[in-house]
């Protein structure tokens, strides 16, 4: 081989190497937009959950949680406090046995009492025959005031249920920040109107 031949081939192999080199560098360039592209799919991919979470907040409805709680407990657990289902039927249960002791009372007093109008005078309950008639009726009436009032608590009750289930459907999308905190700091204040005297005193800030 001659030595123009050598030369060309030479040149040859060199543009190949070079051309090859290119090549390398424009994957290596292209590889870094796709990753990027990649990662922004993925945060795209993050955003909907958010936005889902957002929409729940914003569907639910104090109105409904008041419906709901036309069963007591049922608007609690539609707030997701549930923990306050104990506490409601604590409270039902204690009224409906005061309710249920006073009732028996009143009407067994009330009976007694009616039994000796009609009866002159005689007496229908051996433990109460020593009672005077008017005695029995005393007792009839503040067993049956009871009972009303009874009856009474036990509506306000029923009522704060409601009342508690449409306030905090209310709240249940209200975000409270994280930062809650209460600072002091010493302070002056006027001792009386126009005068120049100031007494020591102590300021509070609250932040939430």
Do not use: C
Request: charged share 10%; no cysteine; glycine share 6%.
């Amino acid at each position: 081989m001659s030595t123009g031949a050598r030369i060309v081939v030479l040149a040859l192999l060199v543009l190949v190497g070079a051309l090859s080199a290119v090549a390398q560098t424009d994957t290596v360039s292209l590889g870094r937009p796709d990753s990027v592209s990649v990662s922004v799919v993925s945060k795209q991919k993050t955003s909907p959950s958010s936005t889902t979470r957002v929409a729940a907040h914003e569907e639910h409805s104090a109105t409904r949680a008041l419906l709901w709680s036309l069963l007591p407990g049922a608007g609690q657990v539609y707030n997701r406090q549930a923990w306050k289902i104990p506490i409601i039927y604590g409270a039902f249960a204690g009224v409906g046995y005061f309710v249920y002791y006073e009732a028996t009372n009143m009407k067994k007093f009330k009976t007694e009492y009616l039994y000796r109008v009609n009866h002159d005078g005689a007496t229908q309950l051996a433990a109460y025959s020593n009672y005077p008639t008017s005695n029995i009726y005393n007792m009839y009436q503040y067993y049956n005031k009871y009972f009303q009032l009874s009856i009474i608590i036990g509506v306000a009750v029923y009522g704060l249920n409601l009342i508690d289930a449409y306030v905090f459907g209310h709240l249940f999308s209200y975000d409270i920040s994280d930062d809650i905190s209460l600072s002091a700091s010493p302070s002056l204040i006027p001792v009386a109107a126009g005068d120049a005297v100031f007494a020591p005193a102590m300021s509070f800030r609250l932040t939430f």
